[in-house]
């Protein structure tokens, strides 16, 4: 006998029939004798409908009340998935975040777990129910309402599967695992049998929409068994063994690259002809971090006449932002000018066999280039390498170092 | 400076430009110095979705399950309306029924309130906040989410005038206040200024929609000044003074009847050649207890032969539950024969006045003759007189009774 977390997203539970199909798997697991907590996000675009409506009345809507207003979204899918778990005759009890309770700090709208008080989830699984948590959602220590921000309910998922030792941690998603890259881009993408921590971790930062990032973070830091699968297959047929998210020690697959992560959520932003002295990287990028900006990639060349120009990227929508905070940070240090590019995008190779392998990067540059893709920024960490192209370019970019790096062959 | 409870029902949130009218016109009472807590129903129609989603589930859906799921509805409506409130730049706080917490006890889709912990909501009063709270909803003893039953929101509202000892509690709706009878059926149907508990309380049983009939209660048991306003007139224009709800003691208008109420909701049964003997009523009407179908009126009337004849009205909805009931009985006790007819209605006229003036059945019946009206059964308490009859004759009979009563006419 097991104990198992599992965990639906919104198109698990979009409808009343896929609500039915999740009760089916749940009692799949509950027949086999184990012990099943089921997580739920809110329908798909229940959220969105709520937030909306929200939007209606307040521009920037008060945000302890936004959090009450969209914590609804779970509650009516924690109900109904109760409601067809007993109706197929299992016992079966819902929890918000409040009732279990998820203690979280007082963050609104992306609230962090400090806490969760399982006995009375332990209680009711000894006494045979299935326990179905809203995810997403937690309360403060004075009992207002709070939300973990979009993805939140992965994070509810395995937040309780720490508190609760459980076996394995199931983030059933519409995709049936993690994939070298986007299959809609390279048709020979392969699904991935195991990816570690550190892997998954850069994947989800770099934009891979599998997993929540800070799910990953949590994962690797309570060391819980984490599994992505597909609740779209069908019941009477087998989930397969998805995606496991494994600590490097446990991998199976030694690949040097794991995967190809892309993005074209970002602008970048040149200062040009900056006074060469020290300093001056805190003078541009401290007003940009004051104004609540987050910055991904930083890069500063060196230029003409002891001058430099610095590089770096941001959201894409807070472009105009940041370019409103460099016009006066250019008077400030006197530059001699600022540009902006909205037409980027990042393409990253992950794989923690970087680290043992030498001439990765060449052959990811030669690749890019074989096609005169013009390569605008590089950085790199120690299981990464992204670049930065013209946005054009991103899906070629992406299929030719798949190809490159032959990662629709499985590992030996 | 007075502490008011506002109450608004799903008509007066049911869209976002309702739900801004609700904050302008709270914003005038807070403007004019006055402490205000806003008690809110589900938007219009919220509640009735709900339902139908978890009836597409079970056919009988969880009650536990149920109120998790139902409860979501008032949650919304008071995070929007706290955030059109900060919109208009008052300081507003919401909270849930468990929130508060409003403690009831655990018979979910019925439950009663037990107590209201008040403490949170004074000290944000005391702070210049505008409390808004979820209508309908509470919790119990363990933290598991409960509803009031339909109608609950007006026995939030009271039970919270009571614990905080509001000067008055306030239910909006859309009408403007009580009327002598419905004025889609007799146009020259007066708004009462004023009408006693009593009085009240057998209107609302009788079929009147305005208030539910457990909030008056309570606000009888508390004495809490209630007053019933509609939220449709102009912001900018005057509420008006709707219709009080008082003591008798303190009543301005001694008319000797107040109000006409009347419904076709319910069908008769009449149980025929029953042996005249002790115990029939309990053997006839113990199995319909069984059965769970609540009874209203009960006639008996002697027949021939040493038998009686034996008749009483139910909910429409039960009628074929009853007769089927009534077939087992009728074997038992043996009876001759059970008849049933389901085209009835009940009209009343109600009037504490009743108390202190004779004739006022013998008017009622003769009123009804003058127009060839048949009564069926009669049935009285000490302040209503209610008879039966044909339904096609309803609003005949009303009209006819809210004539002979001069009820058009102010009380001198």
Chains 1, 2 share one sequence.
Do not use: W
């Amino acid at each position: 006998m097991a104990l198992i977390v599992q965990k639906y997203g919104g198109t698990s539970v979009g409808t009343i029939d896929r609500i039915r199909n999740v009760a089916q798997r749940v009692a799949k697991f509950k027949m086999l004798g184990h012990q099943v907590v089921v997580v739920l996000s809110a329908m798909s675009g229940e959220t969105n409908r709520l937030i909306a409506l929200a939007k209606e009345i307040q521009t920037v809507p008060d945000p302890r009340e936004m959090d009450v207003l969209v914590s609804t979204g779970e509650q009516v899918t924690i109900a109904l998935l109760a409601m067809a778990l007993k109706d197929l005759g299992l016992k079966a009890k819902s929890y918000t975040g409040s009732q279990v309770r998820i203690v979280t700090d007082d963050a609104y709208t992306k609230a962090r777990i400090l806490s969760i008080d399982e006995e009375n989830l332990r209680a009711d699984l000894d006494a045979g129910h299935v326990v179905v948590v809203a995810g997403f959602q937690g309360v403060d220590e004075t009992g207002n309402i709070t939300t973990l921000g979009r993805g939140g309910s992965d994070t509810t998922g395995v937040a309780l599967a720490a508190a609760l030792k459980a076996d394995e941690c199931q983030i059933y998603t519409d995709v049936d695992g993690v994939y070298t890259t986007d299959p809609r881009i390279v048709p020979e993408a392969r699904k991935l049998d195991a990816i570690t921590f550190e892997e998954m971790l850069e994947l989800a930062s770099l934009g891979s929409k599998v997993l929540q990032i800070r799910s990953v973070e949590f994962a690797g830091k309570y060391k819980v068994k984490l599994r992505v699968l597909s609740s779209f297959v069908d019941i009477n047929g087998s989930e397969g063994e998805g995606t496991l998210i494994t600590f490097e020690e446990d991998s199976m697959e030694q690949a040097i690259i794991s995967g190809i992560a892309f993005n074209r959520d970002e602008a970048k932003l040149t200062v040009l002809g900056v006074p060469d002295r020290p300093g001056i990287a805190a003078a541009i990028l401290g007003p940009i971090a004051d104004a609540n900006i987050d910055v991904d990639m930083i890069v500063q060349n060196v230029g003409a006449n002891n001058t430099t120009d610095f590089t770096f990227t941001v959201h894409r929508s807070e472009m105009k932002k940041a370019l409103e905070v460099l016009a006066q940070v250019k008077e400030e240090i006197g530059a001699r000018e600022v540009t902006s590019d909205d037409k980027i995008a990042k393409v990253s190779i992950v794989g923690v066999g970087m680290r043992t392998h030498a001439g990765i990067a060449s052959k990811m540059f030669r690749s890019l280039a074989g096609e005169n893709i013009n390569i605008q920024m590089i950085s790199t960490s120690e299981i990464k390498i992204s670049v930065v192209v013209e946005d054009k370019y991103m899906e070629l970019a992406v299929r030719v170092l798949h190809q490159a790096f032959e990662l629709e062959k499985a590992a030996a």
